[in-house]
T-cell receptor, first 113, second 111 residues
Framework: KAGVTQTPRYLIKTRGQQVTLSCSPI?????VSWYQQTPGQGLQFLFE???????NKGNFPGRFSGRQFSNSRSEMNVSTLELGDSALYLC????????????FGSGTQLSVL | GENVEQHPSTLSVQEGDSAVIKCTYS??????FPWYKQELGKGPQLIID?????GEKKDQRIAVTLNKTAKHFSLHITETQPEDSAVYFC??????????FGAGTQVVVTP
């Protein structure tokens, strides 16, 4: 069974640009959640989607958005990038969601210059 | 919201010894407590979890205990091996179902 796939693995952007990250969940998993990981703030919850609907949202500004498609694949978008957005962005899928039994991808390492 | 504190931040143990990581949480409504292991260059991997209606759970060399009254839970790894070296995160779901992670513990197992 294939795991959670995130693309791209690495991204370098400049301030002010926008970026889109992609996540393909494990087959059969309808929940996809996104996390930001930084050395200073640790792992922080961004949002969760279940069957194309946003079910939960963390405390991030509106520049961070996401969506989920009918095949459960998900994308997250960050607009007007800031230096502080440099982080590892992790996607996780699960059967039920609500933070339970998450399977994480290897993440997308975003560097904002 | 939920606040999860994790100690220690680093833990060095000799191979074969036990390792214990402790976490406290603030939201009395929290009912799910997973532990994740993250190796370099990889995403976190669930190693064990426990629900609030259970006091202890064991899986081979790994065990988790939960004290709801004191709002703390712990991870115990026995007979540590070099492949146990990684960063370990505790977490707790808040009343909205959002997962809040602890800051992580770097575990180093020396042969």
């Amino acid at each position: 069974k294939a795991g959670v796939t995130q693309t791209p693995r690495y991204l370098i952007k400049t301030r002010g640009q926008q970026v889109t990250l992609s996540c393909s969940p494990i087959s059969g998993h309808r929940s996809v959640s996104w996390y930001q990981q930084t050395p200073g703030q640790g792992l922080q919850f961004l949002f969760e989607y279940f069957s194309e609907t946003q079910r939960n949202k963390g405390n991030f500004p509106g520049r961070f958005s996401g969506r989920q498609f009918s095949n459960s694949r998900s994308e997250m978008n960050v607009s007007t990038l800031e230096l502080g957005d440099s982080a590892l962005y992790l996607c996780a899928s699960s059967l039920t969601g609500y933070g339970e039994k998450l399977f994480f991808g290897s993440g997308t390492q975003l560097s904002v210059l | 919201g939920e606040n999860v504190e994790q100690h220690p931040s680093t833990l060095s143990v000799q191979e074969g010894d036990s390792a214990v990581i402790k976490c406290t949480y603030s939201d009395s409504a929290s009912n799910y407590f997973p532990w994740y292991k993250q190796e370099l260059g990889k995403g976190p991997q669930l190693i064990i979890d426990i629900r609030s209606n259970v006091g202890e759970k064991k899986d081979q060399r790994i065990a988790v205990t939960l004290n709801k009254t004191a709002k703390h839970f712990s991870l115990h790894i026995t007979e540590t091996q070099p492949e146990d070296s990684a960063v370990y995160f505790c977490a707790a779901t808040d009343s909205w179902g959002k997962l809040q992670f602890g800051a992580g513990t770097q575990v180093v197992v020396t042969p």
